[in-house]
């Protein structure tokens, strides 16, 4: 069983099998108010040094240090984007504006609305204005080379739920639906897992699996005895 | 040319309402001169004043500082390998200074004659940011001017030798250096 913090802070214990491969845990959370609408995606730190090495080569880079992290701006050389990059011990949270960086007293703003605090689990980015702000659309997600796992809340993920009911199992409900892919890749993978996604709904979670499949040709690919370790074994809570 | 008592309020009225615009304009001007000051103040840098006891002494440029826990082993290969670097003279007109929070996390690596060693758990408040090790450079302002994480697969060689740069450290001694580096 594996603990994380969810980027709100929530606390998520999840039980995943074996065959969905050992990932790697990434997050997103949005927090808006009156001025101010952001994304933030939160990865294992080191990522926001491929910034100025592969998304933006040439970026200028601006640092602010802050006790027990860093705040990163970076800026495209064209000045086409720019992104604000929280790098703690543990994790980075990250925020693209889409264009050139913001002007300093709206980024000033943005850097003490946010409050991060990283933690070997998880970073969480809380508003330091609660009354004046709301944090929603919160996901945890496991990336490994053979699953995408995605976690919200039984609040969030209600309304992504099929209307039919599902597979009852211990108090969990099971559904699979169809993956969106186009037509070559629809015909390579018919009948087998990789054209669903399982949704695994618990009284305080829903779990969205999707299953990758395998970068080389002979690879041996996922059979039915992985649905099933998905359906049995995929166990989640939210809590906060 | 008497003027009537209605006239005489009324002129007494503007005069008020002038009055009156011209306070909350000042009030205004106040206020953004003030919302400025404090978008300043937390754009900037955080300043943070390390303590008298971890600033450089005795001409040094930038006092070393290793937060350091008993039991993580990056700890004890960060400070053995700074314990190297300063003993190969590579971190001249540096002070380097271990910090431990207690005598029993100070008790677990092996003690160093070159490196002065603290385990307070006052200066260890100051100086630890959630985690270790972490290597920070405290210049004659007690200002933390880098602060880095170590990790496991840091290039520990590297993050020695970039120290000095980090520190503002340019005398000759650094190019004199590099031979013995590279032999």
Same mark, same amino acid.
């Given at each position: 069983? $594996? ?6 802070? =929530? ?31 939160? =990865? ?17 880079d ?9 705040i ?10 720019s992104?604000? $990059? ?16 913001p002007r ?28 004046m702000?709301q944090?929603?659309?919160? =996901? $945890? ?7 995408? $796992?995605?976690?919200r ?16 199992r ?10 969106e ?33 395998p ?26 | #040319?008497?003027?009537?008592?209605s ?21 205004y ?20 004043? #390390?303590?008298?006891?971890? !600033? ?15 039991e ?6 960060l ?5 190297a ?5 590579? #971190? ?10 207690t005598?029993e ?13 603290y ?23 007690? *200002?933390?001017?880098?602060?880095r994480?170590v990790?496991?697969?840091?290039? /520990? ?6 120290? !000095?740069? *980090?520190?503002?450290?340019?005398d000759?001694?650094?190019? /004199? ?7």
């Open positions: 069983m $594996v603990v994380r913090t969810a980027p709100d802070g =929530a606390r998520v214990a999840a039980e995943l099998p074996d065959q969905l491969g050992a990932p790697k845990w990434y997050g997103i959370t949005r927090i808006a108010g009156a001025r101010i609408q952001r994304d933030f995606h939160v =990865a294992p730190v080191g990522q926001y040094r491929l910034i100025p090495q592969k998304l933006m080569p040439g970026a200028s601006r640092v602010f240090q802050r006790r027990g992290h860093d990163i701006l970076y800026e495209a050389a064209d000045r086409s984007d992104c604000l $990059v929280w790098v703690g011990p543990h994790h980075e949270a990250t925020t693209w504006f889409g264009g050139p960086a300093p007293d709206l980024l000033s703003t943005l850097m003490g609305l946010v409050r991060f605090e990283d933690s070997p689990q998880g970073a969480r980015l809380a508003s330091t204005s609660p009354s702000t944090q929603y659309g919160t =996901a $945890v997600s496991a990336w490994s080379d053979r699953s995408v $796992v995605t976690i809340s039984a609040a969030e993920g209600a309304s992504s739920l099929p209307d039919w009911q599902g597979l009852a211990d108090g969990r409900e099971v559904w699979r639906r169809a993956v892919m186009d037509d070559a890749p629809r015909s390579r993978y018919a009948g087998t897992p990789y054209e669903w996604r399982y949704v695994v709904a618990s009284a305080t979670a829903v779990t969205e699996v999707v299953l990758r499949p970068d080389q040709a002979g690879a041996s690919m996922a059979g039915e005895e992985t649905v099933a370790a998905v359906v049995d074994g995929v166990r989640v809570s939210w809590t906060g | #040319m008497a003027i009537s008592v006239t005489a309020l009324a002129l007494l009225a503007l005069a008020v309402a002038v009055f009156a615009l011209l306070a909350v304009g000042g009030v001007g106040r206020l953004k001169q003030a919302e400025r000051a404090l978008a300043d103040m937390t754009f900037g840098e955080i300043a943070s004043s #390390m303590p008298e006891e971890l !600033r450089p002494r005795d001409g040094a440029a930038a006092t070393v500082v290793l937060t350091l826990d008993g993580c082993p990056t700890c004890h290969q400070a053995a390998a700074v314990d670097a300063v003993s190969d003279g590579v #971190m001249t007109g540096l002070r380097v200074v271990r910090m431990f929070a005598e996390s100070r008790g677990r690596h092996t003690p160093s004659d070159l490196v002065e060693t385990a307070d758990p006052d200066l260890w408040t100051a100086v630890y940011e959630g985690y270790t090790p972490t290597v920070s450079i405290v210049d004659r302002n007690g *200002r933390v001017v880098h602060r994480f990790y496991p697969d840091t290039d /520990l060689g590297a993050l020695v030798r970039d120290l !000095r740069a *980090r520190a503002g450290v340019t000759h001694s650094a190019s /004199l250096l590099v031979p013995q580096e590279t032999s």
